[in-house]
């Protein structure tokens, strides 16, 4: 997986989009509320949520999904994401 995603790890401005933060903001977003609907708590899933919207906040939604690293980084050092 890191080979396959090196260049949006490595340089992430110019790095080609394979899988948008928007889109997987969708994806879990729909997950959710299916799981809600029917009853079934997925609180891993509302986790991972939270993790997207934070990493695709202040218009960085295009960004490829591998910007969640960026998140997480700055989650631990307490510096601002990039």
Do not use: C, M, W
């Not at 903001?25 to 609907?37: G, S």
């Not at 609180?43 to 910007?67: K, T, Y």
Request: hydrophobic share 45%; net charge neutral; charged share 25%.
């Amino acid at each position: 997986y890191v080979g396959y995603k090196r260049a949006q790890f490595v340089d992430p401005e110019h790095a080609p989009v394979a899988f948008s933060l928007a889109l997987t903001e969708k994806d879990l977003r729909l997950i959710t509320e299916t799981a809600a609907v029917v009853g079934q708590p997925l609180p891993q899933a509302a986790v991972n949520l939270e993790l997207v919207r934070a990493a695709s906040s202040g218009g960085r939604g295009d960004r490829d999904f591998a910007a969640i690293a960026e998140e997480l980084r700055s989650r631990r050092t307490g510096l601002p994401v990039g």
